[in-house]
């Protein structure tokens, strides 16, 4: 920890004048939206808040020019991103050290992702159909479960829009690698009610997603015939939402979101070192219905049904039917918000979950259910100083009974300056591959179990804001898939005991019409057992983005910088760090139409994120946007 501690005070140190001078608010407090849902299951200023929590906006989005989520993700303040190949191939999201699926997703809080996997599939999500994203960091098991041991993210579809004149959308482009995107979406409202309609469709020749394995002697063998051609990508997707406000203020609202498409892959060598390209068709689709409404003054309760479905058909180069893994998520949640006075309230909820499992692969167990009952407080206390506490009972159908608590204190003081301290813990079930899958699940895993503390400081001073924090997280019976040697191909479930410290800083400002933003994570995720790095995470992230307007014209450019990450638990097999630079412009040519053009990967650094598994080279990206 002090060798974390001296090389961000150093880092700090030596970077802190070129921050001031070159600031950047893109996605910091000054643009964000002042009320948070994720963090407290409730609308919660965030300057009441002691989590870390970062928001991005629709307007964040056309911004950065972003064409999926994991794009938009990137470079995001204590999330770290690994992906096996290009556009549309799948895309892990390590919160904090801890492992990709220790993220808890929710789309208009709906849970989601994979129940086979356990993670969500982030490359499919439509970004065209997303108004915006909260990203909240640190355990949150005492508010939803197992899962959110690292965080949770939650996605907000379209909304309707506040006019009765119908709103439009268009986007429309092309690039690098035949990628093409489009994109509509028309919002609005009539008397008491509200519609949002969109559909999109993303499609792109891909890149070669896999390169041989120096360190497989199946990829060497001169007979092996590891396909080189390009893997193909193809999304299509659509977003329905609907509500309707009555006379006594309750409200009744609907929501759809569906995608579905192909992605190209190559799949790993077989006994005589050939590689096959397969082909996957994947459907993910989120289904909602809630209502709202007043019981007393001062009660406010909130029922929400729902199901999220994960499906994928794996086919053979000749189209030939392999295999099929389908889970369907159901979900229902009761919330009850009570207002005590206006620097108190209390969040008193219950929620349900049914996994099922439809597979051609033969699973012991195809079905599971949790159930689980929680209680928040949040209070105000001398003004500035707020307090959140939360408490949740689990039972899990297979693991049994789970207690989860968190405290979180906050205080804003003179001159700008917050502090915060946030301690809870946090479980998370093994998903059904964990314990089940053919040859490689592990029945005798047991539910992994997190202790974290946290502490932080920050400032908000006119034109400059930064943060501060330092996380230590404690995991017992951790989750790590490992090769069962360095050569192998074949990986398997072990638990292990885990450390993870960390510091994430973050500093935006405003100088001379410049907005800039740059943050750091430094992160050390061992275990305990072998003292080595925990695999597939980078211990430092580097991230900056400046932008500014010029009169019609709005200009950016962004670095992303990433020490070297290791492959397997025993860390024998290393990939490389890099640097990436992006840059961006637009032209408004009018208040309805805008031209956007993007530049990825500038210096067409060869380099990859999974080990053997390539990203793509230097490319760009034009689009024509209307909007009336």
Same mark, same amino acid.
């Given at each position: ?23 950047? =608010? ?43 989520? =994991?794009?938009? !993700? ?46 969500? =599939? ?8 997303? &108004? ?50 489009? *994109? ?32 497989? =002697? ?248 930064? &943060? ?20 192998? &191909? ?79 638990? !025993?860390?024998?097999?290393?990939? *490389? ?25 500038? !210096? ?25």
């Amino acid at each position: 920890m002090k060798k974390i501690l001296f090389s961000t005070l150093l880092l700090t140190g030596a970077n802190a004048p070129t921050i001031l001078a070159q600031t950047d =608010p893109a996605q910091n407090s000054v643009d964000l939206p002042e009320m948070v849902v994720t963090a407290t299951r409730s609308e919660t200023p965030k300057k009441q808040l002691s989590a870390a929590s970062t928001v991005y906006t629709r307007n964040d989005i056309e911004r950065l020019q972003v064409k999926t989520l =994991p794009e938009l !993700l990137r470079g995001t303040t204590g999330l770290d991103m690994a992906q096996n190949g290009g556009l549309g191939q799948p895309s892990s999201v390590f919160m904090r050290g801890t492992n990709s699926d220790h993220v808890l997703v929710l789309v208009d809080g709906i849970k989601v992702g994979s129940a086979t996997l356990g993670s969500t =599939p982030f490359q499919f999500v439509p970004i065209d159909q997303v &108004e915006r994203v909260e990203i909240i960091r640190g355990p949150q098991s005492s508010l939803y479960g197992s899962e959110a041991i690292g965080g949770v993210i939650q996605i907000f579809t379209r909304k309707g829009g506040d006019s009765e004149k119908p709103s439009f959308s268009l986007d429309a482009g092309g690039g690098s690698y035949d990628t093409y995107r489009t *994109a509509g979406n028309v919002s609005g409202k009539w008397k008491n009610s509200w519609y949002s309609l969109g559909a999109s469709s993303i499609g792109t020749e891909g890149i070669n997603a896999k390169s041989p394995n120096p360190n497989n =002697p199946a990829d060497s063998r001169p007979n092996q015939a590891r396909d080189s051609d390009r893997d193909g990508y193809q999304n299509t997707a659509m977003n329905a939402r609907a509500g309707y406000r009555f006379d006594n203020n309750a409200e009744i609202e609907a929501s759809f979101i569906r995608a579905e498409g192909f992605n190209e892959y190559d799949n790993a060598p077989d006994f005589t070192g050939k590689t096959r390209d397969n082909k996957a068709e994947f459907i993910t689709q989120t289904v909602g219905i809630s209502g709202k409404v007043d019981i007393l003054d001062n009660w406010h309760s909130t029922l929400r049904l729902g199901q999220s479905r994960d499906e994928s058909d794996a086919f053979f180069p000749n189209n030939t039917f392999d295999s099929r893994f389908n889970t369907t998520r159901w979900n229902a949640t009761w919330l009850n918000e009570v207002v005590l006075t206006d620097e108190h309230k209390l969040i008193l909820g219950s929620d349900y979950r049914l996994d099922e499992v439809e597979s051609t692969t033969p699973y012991t167990e195809n079905s599971r259910y949790d159930v689980g009952v929680f209680g928040e407080y949040h209070g105000q206390f001398l003004e500035d100083h707020f307090v959140n506490a939360s408490v949740r009972w689990d039972k899990n159908e297979q693991f049994g009974e789970y207690v989860t608590g968190n405290v979180g204190l906050r205080s804003n003081w003179a001159y700008g300056i917050s502090t915060f301290a946030n301690f809870g813990n946090a479980f998370k079930a093994p998903s059904f591959n964990d314990l089940y899958y053919p040859y490689s699940g592990n029945p005798k895993l047991k539910p992994e179990e997190s202790m974290s503390a946290e502490i932080g400081l920050a400032g908000n001073h006119e034109n400059v804001q930064w &943060e501060l924090r330092a996380y230590h997280t404690n995991a017992n019976n951790f989750i790590i898939w490992s090769p069962i040697t360095p050569t192998s &191909e074949i990986w398997k479930p072990f638990n292990v005991v885990a450390e993870i410290q960390g510091i994430e800083a973050e500093i935006s400002a405003q100088l001379m019409g410049w907005n800039g933003k740059l943050s750091m994570n430094i992160l050390s995720p061992e275990s305990r057992e072998t003292n080595t790095r925990l695999p597939s995470r980078a211990d430092k992230t580097l991230s900056f983005d400046l932008s500014r307007s010029f009169g019609q014209f709005d200009v950016g450019a962004n670095v992303l910088a990433q020490d070297h990450r290791f492959k397997d638990l !025993l860390n024998s097999v290393q990939t *490389a760090g890099y640097v990436t630079v992006g840059l961006r412009a637009a032209y408004h040519i009018n208040k309805n139409w805008m031209l956007s053009a993007k530049l990825n990967n500038l !210096l067409d650094k060869n380099y990859q994120t999974v080990d053997t598994y390539n990203q793509q080279g230097r490319n760009f990206f034009f689009t024509i946007h209307y909007n009336n």
